[in-house]
């Protein structure tokens, strides 16, 4: 076992499953995905910390970071993605979180405006043969309707308004997850599409970075 995989196994067994994932499909998805690929080789010592990792800034000058391993393991497990979904990965930055979904959905739609990152996440993802993903460019809070309808909408990161354009591009019984609210009072948010309604449950609580793009009501403190 290389030392990267031996941090992957225990980044599973000391944050994942204690953290109450038991989500055998996520849990093994995340197991598989070398995330060391996705950080910068300077910071590959780090790729398995318990912590939202930094990998730098995007051309407007935005800090783009993974989020922490946790936290997006919770965050699929309560998407439910089953392996006949359409997915759509928002603000992926380097692909990581794009990577795992390809090993639970049926298609990953990657949605990135950065063109920088958007060239490395497509790098990475057909490095490890995701060819049921694909990187598009576009703003994250207006989603990427080309795909739409979907059933499952993941957003790496924390928002704090309704992100009604990715509503809107749900399926109905569609899951769009993120994290929802100001910093250190934010959960991760389950919205639900049945009918023409949506509805949504909170969860966890989560602190991690915002996801460029949305409007922010209050300081982003930590990040």
């Known amino acids: 076992m290389t030392d990267f995989a031996r941090a992957r196994h225990n980044m599973i067994e000391s944050q994942v499953r204690p953290g109450g994932v038991i989500d055998l499909r996520v849990i093994a998805a995340m197991e598989e995905v070398p995330r060391e690929l996705f950080v910068p080789e300077e910071k590959r010592s780090l790729a398995y910390v ?64 950065d063109e920088a990152l958007g060239q490395q996440a497509t790098a990475n993802l057909e490095a490890l043969e995701c060819v049921n993903s694909v990187v598009v460019m576009g703003e994250h809070a207006r989603g990427w309707r080309g795909e ?17 354009a990715l509503l809107e591009q749900l399926r109905d019984l569609g899951r769009l997850v993120c994290v929802f609210g100001p910093p250190h009072q934010a959960h991760i948010r389950v919205y639900t599409r049945r009918g023409g309604a949506v509805s949504f449950i909170d969860h966890h609580h989560a602190s991690v970075p915002p996801v460029p793009g949305f409007t922010y009501t209050a300081e982003v403190m930590a990040f």
């Open 148 to 164: 739409a309808p979907y059933d499952v909408i993941v957003l790496n990161g924390r928002i704090e308004e309704r992100p009604a």
């Open 50 to 113: 318990d912590e939202d990792l930094l990998i730098g800034e995007d051309a407007r000058g935005e800090k783009r970071w993974l989020m922490e391993p946790l936290t997006l393991a919770r965050m699929l497990q309560l998407a439910e993605v089953r392996p006949r979904d359409c997915v759509l990965d928002v603000a992926p930055a380097t692909g990581y979180s794009s990577a795992v979904l390809c090993r639970l959905a049926e298609s990953v739609i990657a949605l990135e405006r």
